[in-house]
Nanobody
Framework: QVQLVESGGGLVQPGGSLRLSCAAS????????MGWYRQAPGKQRELVATITSGGRTKYADSVKGRFTISRDNAKNTVYLQMSSPKPEDTAVYYC????????????????WGQGTQVTVSS
């Protein structure tokens, strides 16, 4: 079994910065993809960013150039650096992990974190 523990959420001002972290523990295959989804009230869940164990990244168009995803394979940890966040980035952010290094769909992510709230407001 795998557990994902997220941290770093909270309140941030527009134009500020915030870093989310997600540590995975348990039996984790070496070839995997980790990342972040988010869901705002009344909206569908959407992909934010993902990164494979080989370092290939994918971003939603809405966050390109503002958010950066990275990972530490030795620690099985993924990070999301949020720069210049906007009020529309307000959502619950979920860490995900899936086995495989191709373009996984949401349904193919085997494990999801409990979610961390990010609120962007002045």
């Amino acid at each position: 079994q795998v557990q994902l523990v997220e941290s770093g959420g909270g309140l941030v001002q527009p134009g500020g910065s915030l870093r989310l972290s997600c540590a995975a523990s348990g039996t984790i295959l070496s070839i995997n993809t980790m990342g972040w989804y988010r869901q705002a009230p009344g909206k569908q869940r959407e992909l934010v960013a993902t990164i494979t164990s080989g370092g290939r990244t994918k971003y939603a168009d809405s966050v390109k150039g503002r958010f950066t995803i990275s990972r530490d394979n030795a620690k099985n940890t993924v990070y999301l650096q949020m720069s210049s966040p906007k009020p529309e980035d307000t959502a619950v952010y979920y860490c995900v992990l899936g086995f495989g290094d191709y373009d996984l769909t949401a349904a193919e992510y085997n494990y999801w974190g409990q979610g961390t709230q990010v609120t962007v407001s002045s």
